[in-house]
C-alpha cells in the first residue's frame, strides 16, 4: 500500500477512535447518556473504523473501502433521522453542543467527509491482489483502541438498556435501578 494512503488509514482509525472517545467523555463527565440513535451512530462509528483497520492489517482492497462507504451510509442515515428530529424550532435538542453543532450533526458532517475521504483514497489506487503488508506498532495501537472502545461500548450498552429495548430518553443505567 502506498504509504500516503496507509497514513491517511490510520488518521481514519485515530481520528474515529477520538470521536468514539468523545462520545464517552460526554457520556461519563456530561453524565449524557447516548439515546437509541446515539448508540446506532456510535456503531457506525465503530464498523467504519474497522473497514480502516482492515485496510492497515491486510491492505487496501475495494471490500474494505465498501464496508467502509456502508458503514458511513448508515451512520449518515441515523444521525440525520436525528438532526431531523431535532432541526424544528422549538423541538428541543439532545445533548450538548460543540462549537454549536450537537453530536449528532457533527455525525452527519463526519460520515459525509469519511464517503469523500473514501473516493479521494479509491482515486489513488487500489495494490493489486496478493500484496503483502506489515502492520506497524502505531497502525496495531490504533487498531487496538477502537476495539476497546467497542468492547467498552457494548458493556456500557448493556449496563444501560439491560437486555430490553433502550429508552427513547434515558436517564439512568438499567443495571443500577432505573
Request: proline share 6%.
Amino acid at each position: 500500500m502506498p504509504r500516503l494512503v496507509e497514513l491517511a488509514n490510520l488518521l481514519a482509525v485515530l481520528g474515529l477512535g477520538v470521536v468514539l472517545l468523545a462520545a464517552y467523555g460526554f457520556q461519563f463527565a456530561l453524565g449524557e447518556l447516548p439515546c437509541p440513535l446515539c448508540t446506532l451512530q456510535r456503531i457506525a462509528f465503530a464498523l467504519t473504523a474497522f473497514g480502516f483497520v482492515m485496510n492497515l492489517r491486510f491492505g487496501a482492497k475495494p471490500a474494505h473501502y465498501g464496508l467502509i462507504i456502508l458503514a458511513a451510509l448508515f451512520g449518515m442515515t441515523a444521525s440525520g433521522r436525528q438532526v431531523m428530529l431535532h432541526i424544528v424550532p422549538g423541538s428541543g435538542a439532545y445533548g450538548s453542543a460543540v462549537l454549536g453543532l450537537h453530536f449528532y450533526t457533527w455525525a452527519f458532517i463526519l460520515f459525509g467527509l469519511v464517503v469523500l475521504g473514501v473516493a479521494v483514497l479509491l482515486l489513488m489506487g487500489v495494490p493489486a491482489a496478493g500484496t503483502r503488508h506489515q502492520t506497524d506498532v502505531p497502525a496495531k495501537a490504533a487498531a487496538f483502541l477502537v476495539i476497546a472502545l467497542v468492547l467498552a461500548n457494548a458493556v456500557t450498552t448493556f449496563v444501560q438498556c439491560g437486555p430490553i429495548e433502550c429508552p427513547d430518553d434515558p436517564t439512568s443505567y438499567w443495571l443500577f435501578g432505573r
